[in-house]
């Protein structure tokens, strides 16, 4: 990940983009969806925790995409 163009967020404000509560993000997203080291990180090894918007934004369009789809026999998708 190249730090200088990924845009981070605290949770209040990850809140704000994706309309979950700050309580749904930190007990049922973190660590079942959002993967520290991809979706969030920690600063210097601190509590705090800064939420990636260019990787969260980029898995939940690709998750939404395959909620659509259509499994194949011959392993693949069709979208409809």
Request: aromatic residues 8%; glycine residues 8%.
């Amino acid at each position: 990940m190249n730090s200088n163009s990924n845009l981070y967020l605290t949770t209040s404000e990850l809140s704000a983009r994706i309309k979950y509560d700050t309580r749904t993000i930190r007990e049922r997203l973190k660590d079942s969806v959002l993967i520290e080291g991809v979706h969030y990180i920690r600063p210097f090894g601190g509590r705090k925790i800064l939420y990636v918007w260019e990787a969260i934004q980029k898995d939940m369009c690709k998750f939404s995409q395959s909620a659509m789809a259509i499994p194949m026999t011959s392993g693949g998708l069709s979208h409809g």
